[in-house]
């Protein structure tokens, strides 16, 4: 899993204040004690990575995503492990990569992060490069290859609101539209004019049809009732479909469906299940006989292969990290290479043979001035919310943690995400310092089956409020927590979490980040991008008929009953700040500058602190959040706060009885008020983008990366 920069510095920000260690933060000047945190922080963020591996045509070669440059890009390395090639050297992040048998290359660059990705087809030796998107600011996603050559991407730029499939020809490069969708969708699979073909309904909810590119003919495979989430490939020919599904059950199994003479579906036929456990995602050998299965047990990763058509089935040994992400069999069908990662091991390559059983590392990212050695691995716990609804979650405790003592919850974001045991920087950085994390699933939450992660939609989603408070209950009745000294913190909806946590549960939370995340459900619909919004309207509410629920942005009608939902009621003085990383799908802190902190210190001069990069989120936060808890800032201390509105997201000085200058107005989009201050000498750092396959939630095969946070 790639680290987030950003985190890393907004983790600054808690664990001087949770750890109570106060450096010179009340002077401009950083004292050594700054230097030496910057400086494992700054190591932390750069560690390396390397995930999506492909095969080459012929095997010989391993095409993968690295950040080894600095940037992650596209390289290259023999098959067997060996030194590495770039084949790209763009400055903007590389995700989705395909290799065809033709020796084609195909990825998606996305400038700043964001959804406005441009698609590259590239020769293997990098040397001719063609852009098969406009290069415009519409958003386009990445496909995969047909067996024939063609390529297939999705892309907005009709139709804001929808995603409609594009086709490029490998003979003339150029691009033409394939098949028009009324709303979000795609091609999963495609043999000549057949097309297996993903149609969303809303968030969770999608069908797979199979349709005749030549006739315009469709037939829906996946007939259900309620919500279903179906991912799938074609057989050795278009009469087979391979899929996972839970159409009609809690977990998900893998299956097929075959396509009769009559041109009719049968139902699937179940081929491996497990009772309570979900099917992740598989992957098809070459030819069809084989299928190698990744299964999500309690957040690990277990792996089995079986044989096709026959469901004859073969567990694998455990993999080295406890996440792996299959990518791609061997043109043979004998390996399989995967993207493995860990508590305390970083995602690398590796390969895994199939016959043997035995797993080999083929890529040694960087970490220098990092010891993985003394990384903490986590215990799964679980609890009860506050309706006794079963949770569980991720607790990291350091060595010699003296209980109770300071621990930061942090929530994952989606709201459909799971948070897993993968390889946190944050989190170890948190750790490094004293500081424990605890990184709660809670009801809303993918991995724990269909009713789980739809116990969280509509007006549901305030027991899913309740549940932050119920987190922080349990770490404090079990001795773990101290009662002044826990923080929050998360990005996208664990940004929602965050500031549901600190004007909700005022008296809980010593300290929030909202790394970069939506706080208004109104103007998240108003100015997100259309087709986010769209889909959005089965887990938040539809704002044209259910206006009164999408106003309820922090806020829950039985928690302060007759009470305004501004932060400041806060019966507690606290610090939070907000940053935000760019507009992507506009469902961040509306009217922030890309690369901005959101804050407000008292005797400083407000001003906007911006990234020097796309992305870039600077320890501004850390600062103001830990001079306020560690005492910095005396009696004196201000806080950011929600200023509920239709339109608008006000962060502004709580106590009005202190002295402060008048805040800078940086931003007066949407009636936005926008103050922040840092010390000059604090650094910035860029931001790694964190990413995952949109297949999470809508059962297509490749895209560029879509910010619900797997962690």
């Known amino acids: 899993m790639n680290t987030d920069r950003g985190q890393n510095l907004s983790s600054l920000l808690l664990l001087l204040a949770l750890a109570g260690s106060v450096p010179a933060l009340a002077s401009e000047q950083p004292s050594a004690e700054d230097a030496a945190l910057k400086a494992r922080i700054e190591a932390m963020g750069r560690i390396g990575y390397a995930n999506s591996p492909q095969f080459s045509p012929d095997g010989s070669e391993i095409a993968f995503i690295t950040n080894l440059s600095g940037v992650p890009q596209v390289w290259r390395m023999p098959a067997e492990g060996g030194y590495p090639r770039a084949v790209t050297s763009g400055s903007d992040p590389a995700s989705g990569l395909v290799w065809h048998s033709d020796g084609q290359m195909a990825y998606a660059i996305s400038p700043g992060g964001g959804y406005n990705a441009q698609i590259d087809v590239v020769s293997a030796d990098g040397k001719q490069t063609r852009r098969v998107t406009s290069g415009g600011p519409e958003n386009n996603f990445s496909g995969d290859f047909a067996r024939d050559g063609r390529y297939w991407f999705r892309t907005n730029v009709r139709d804001p609101a929808s995603t409609d499939t594009w086709m490029v020809d490998p003979a003339t490069g150029e691009s033409k539209l394939a098949l028009k969708f009324d709303g979000l969708g795609g091609i999963s699979d495609l043999i000549g004019d057949s097309a297996l073909v993903s149609r969303f309904v809303t968030r969770g909810n999608n069908n797979l049809w199979f349709d005749d590119l030549g006739t315009g003919k469709r037939l829906l495979l996946t007939p259900h009732e309620g919500t279903a989430t179906v991912s799938g490939f074609f057989g050795p020919d278009a009469r087979s479909v391979y899929l996972a599904h839970n159409l009609d059950r809690d977990h998900s199994v893998f299956a097929r469906i075959d396509i009769g003479e009559d041109g009719q579906p049968s139902s699937p036929k179940t081929l491996a299940e497990r009772e309570g456990i979900e099917l992740e995602g598989f992957q098809l050998d070459d030819e069809r006989t084989r299928a190698l299965l990744s299964w999500n047990v309690g957040g690990r990763s277990e792996l089995e292969l079986i044989k096709l058509p026959s469901g004859k089935r073969h567990k694998l040994p455990l993999p080295p990290g406890e996440i792996a992400g299959v990518a791609d069999f061997s043109p043979n069908g004998k390996q399989v290479v995967l993207s493995i990662s860990g508590s305390t091991l970083p995602a690398e390559i590796w390969r895994l043979d199939l016959d043997s059983g035995e797993y ?98 509509h007006e549901k989603r305030f027991d899913a409020n309740r549940d932050i408070r119920s987190a922080a209950d349990w770490l404090v009745a079990e001795g773990i927590g101290d009662t002044e000294r826990l923080g929050i913190m998360g990005g996208s909806y664990g940004g929602y979490a965050v500031m549901v946590g600190v004007t ?54 039985q928690a ?61 936060a850390g600062w103001v959040l830990s001079a306020a808890l560690a005492g910095g800032l005396e009696s004196r201390s201000t806080t950011c706060g929600v200023d509920r509105g239709v339109e608008s997201l006000r962060l502004r000085n709580l106590r009005r009885d202190v002295p402060t200058r008048e805040p800078s107005i940086v931003s007066a989009q949407a009636g936005v008020r926008v103050v922040t201050c840092r010390p000059q000498n604090l650094p910035s750092f860029p931001r790694k983008r964190e990413s995952t396959r949109f297949q999470s939630f809508m059962g297509l095969r490749q895209s560029s990366g879509f910010p619900l946070a797997r962690e």
């Open 504 to 557: 909700e549960f005022p008296d809980t939370f010593a300290a929030g980040a909202n790394l970069f995340g939506m706080v208004n459900f109104e103007t998240f619909f108003s100015h997100s991008t259309p087709w986010m919004g769209a889909i959005s309207v089965g887990e938040y509410g539809d704002p044209a008929t259910q206006r009164e629920l999408a106003a309820q942005v922090v806020a829950d009608p």
């Open 360 to 457: 080999q590392r083929l890529s040694y990212s960087p970490q220098v001035g990092v010891d993985l050695s003394t990384m903490v691995r986590p215990t799964l716990r679980e609890f009860k919310a506050h309706d006794g609804l079963a949770l569980s979650g991720w607790l990291y405790l350091p060595p010699g943690f003296k209980q109770p003592g300071p621990v930061v919850l942090s929530f994952h974001g989606g709201p459909e995400g799971q948070d897993r045991p993968t390889f946190r920087a944050d989190y170890q950085a948190l750790l490094n310092s004293g500081i424990a994390v605890f990184a709660p699933n809670i009801r809303g939450s993918s991995g724990f089956g269909k009713t789980f992660v739809n116990l969280d939609n």
């Open 560 to 620: 302060r009953p007759g009470k305004s939902r501004d932060a400041g009621n806060a019966r507690r003085e606290r610090h939070q700040c907000a940053g935000h990383r760019g507009r992507t799908s506009g469902q961040h802190a509306q009217g922030a500058r890309p690369g901005s902190e959101l804050c407000a210190v008292p005797g400083r001069r407000p001003r906007l602190a911006e990234g020097r990069q796309p992305g870039a989120i600077h320890a501004g």
